[in-house]
């Protein structure tokens, strides 16, 4: 990528702050698994990157996650399904080299999902039928399970540790050369001549001739495009399983989920609230999730919680990301990612780096192009 210095754009980011001195190629607003995905992938294309953060990089939806990466058709919106599918199937490779070039683990794992789908979905929906019968008895797959009263289905599906993922994007990205500037939130895009020519927060403007919006729940609330997005609260609980190998499957009924982790902990999630931007928990909550699992591997019930915690998912009304240029030359959102994030994260990095560098992304973002909204 060129720089071409805008003189206009200069004196307007100028009189915002007293010493913009440096220039990149694309700020990144907003440093969760979407803008650290993004500006790994932009930073291997050539091109110097700024992620602009409010708080602490990789604290928010990403650090709240399951980590669970679910691309089956049954439960994933058909639109959806071209990415969905083709970023699972980018996970291996995507985890490894956060793994090589950052030395954190990120714990991968493919042992697969047995499901206990809600009743319409076994009989309405006959793709649980055909593509996930259980390779073997449920007693053997998993001995700690209760004995079920309902159907249950296989899914190849893996799942990843969000919280080392993020942690591991960051190192990758401080790595290899992406700066970060922390602390603050950006209030607005600065335009000069109607294109985004850079940031401002409250007392300091940052310069770079693209910008994307990755701020997640946040992303409607900077200037000069209000997004649609808003926060799905999700809580979630960490118990510490009696025994590392007692569960070996990510496990998702109607209930709760439960994901293991290889170190022993055990994730149970999680709920779906419209509650704005409030992330505390809520101990009957806490509990009603806890009883659930416990319905499932009653053995937990000597498990030990190790923290409860709440996050906001990026939702839109239509529970599809928003991803593409904006109505303003230069400026670029990828966001909207709901209850998807992480597994989505390598395939929007892909696309999202393609047509910030003005090339075609190869997939249809027509159902994404954030002009469906009017913002
Ligand atoms: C309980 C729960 C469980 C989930 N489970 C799964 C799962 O199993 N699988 C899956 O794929 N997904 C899951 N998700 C969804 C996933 O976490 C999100 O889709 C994903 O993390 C979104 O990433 P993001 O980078 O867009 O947002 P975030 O991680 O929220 O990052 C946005 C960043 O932008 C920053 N920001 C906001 N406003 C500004 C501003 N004005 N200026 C600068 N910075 C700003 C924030 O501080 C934040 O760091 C889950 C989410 C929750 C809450």
Not at 176 to 184: E, I, K, L, P
Not at 312 to 332: E, S
Request: charged share 20%.
């Amino acid at each position: 990528m060129r720089h071409t210095w805008a003189w206009a754009c200069r004196a307007r980011l100028a009189s915002l702050t007293i010493c913009v001195m440096k220039t990149w190629d694309v700020i990144v607003i907003g440093g969760g698994i979407i803008g650290l995905s993004l500006a790994i992938a932009l930073r291997k294309r050539g091109a110097t990157v700024l992620v602009v953060e409010r708080g602490e990089p990789g604290r928010e939806a990403s650090h709240a996650a399951g980590g669970m990466l679910v691309d089956c058709s049954v439960e994933t919106p058909a639109a959806l399904q071209p990415l969905a599918s083709a970023s699972a199937l980018m996970y291996p490779e995507f985890a490894y080299e956060l793994e090589v070039e950052s030395g954190v683990k990120v714990d991968l794992r493919d042992q697969g999902t047995i499901v206990f789908p809600p009743p319409e979905h076994v009989y309405e929906r006959p793709g649980f039928k055909l593509a996930s019968l259980l390779p073997a008895p449920l007693t053997e797959l998993e001995p700690a399970l209760a004995e079920p009263d309902r159907p249950a289905f296989y899914l190849k599906e893996r799942s990843v540790d969000p919280r080392a993922l993020t942690a591991a994007a960051l190192k990758t990205a401080k790595n290899r050369g992406v700066d970060f500037a922390s602390g603050n939130p950006v209030e607005s895009v600065v335009l000069s001549q109607g294109k985004a020519c850079g940031v401002a927060r409250a007392n300091r403007a940052y310069h770079a001739e693209k910008v994307v919006n990755c701020a997640g729940a946040w992303s409607g609330q900077i200037a000069p495009h209000a997004f649609p997005t808003r926060p799905v609260k999700g809580q979630m609980l960490c118990l510490v399983m009696p025994s590392r190998t007692l569960l070996k499957h990510v496990i998702r009924s109607p209930e709760a989920y439960l994901i293991p982790r290889s170190d022993g902990r055990l994730l149970v999630g999680a709920t779906v609230e419209e509650a704005g931007f409030d992330k505390r928990t809520d101990a009957a909550t806490i509990q009603r999730l806890h009883r659930a699992a416990l319905a499932l591997v009653p053995e937990l019930s000597n498990a030990k919680i190790l923290e409860d915690w709440a996050g906001l998912r990026p939702g839109t009304p239509d529970a599809l990301p928003i991803l593409g240029p904006t109505g303003t030359p230069g400026y670029f959102v990828a966001t909207g990612h709901f209850r998807d994030g992480i597994l989505l994260a390598p395939i929007t990095a892909e696309i999202m780096g393609a047509v910030i560098e003005g090339r075609q992304p190869g997939y249809d973002l027509s159902p994404f192009a954030p002009s469906r909204f009017q913002s």
